[in-house]
């Protein structure tokens, strides 16, 4: 991954909450109001904050950033503890390729909604930020 870029694994609208969205990156975090932009087309997108798994809190396995001061977690259900494990295990996998939850936003209404699976996104930091 390149320095200074996220790729978009997943995105997801959640109506009433945003974007989630799973986004690599080999960043030390991504604090909230930072811009991602498409440089084909200029669309930008806002990331609100962080999301970590219930699960892997409480696996005491979940990797944070002191850069992340905005975040929520979600929960999940499991009807077994081997499946419970396997979550576990799957989401581990994406923390060691640099895969991370999000909860970003459109930076104007006009746009579309979601950027595209694959799409690569430049961080455009501030100079609170850091470069």
Request: with cysteine.
């Amino acid at each position: 991954m390149k320095k200074n870029f996220v790729k978009i694994i997943e995105c997801f609208n959640i109506s009433g909450v945003g974007l989630l969205t799973e986004l690599q990156h080999n960043e030390n975090g991504i604090e909230p109001n930072t811009k991602l932009i498409y440089e084909v087309t200029d669309e930008t997108w806002i990331v609100k904050k962080r999301v970590y798994h219930g699960f892997l809190i409480l696996d005491k396995s979940e990797k944070y950033f002191e850069c992340e001061t905005e975040s929520m977690h979600i929960d999940a259900v499991f009807k077994t503890h081997s499946e419970r494990e396997l979550a576990v295990d799957k989401e581990l996998t994406k923390r060691k390729n640099d895969i991370y939850l999000y909860l970003i936003k459109p930076e104007k209404k006009k746009q579309k909604m979601k950027p595209e699976i694959g799409t690569e996104l430049k961080i455009k930091t501030t100079p609170q930020q850091g470069v």
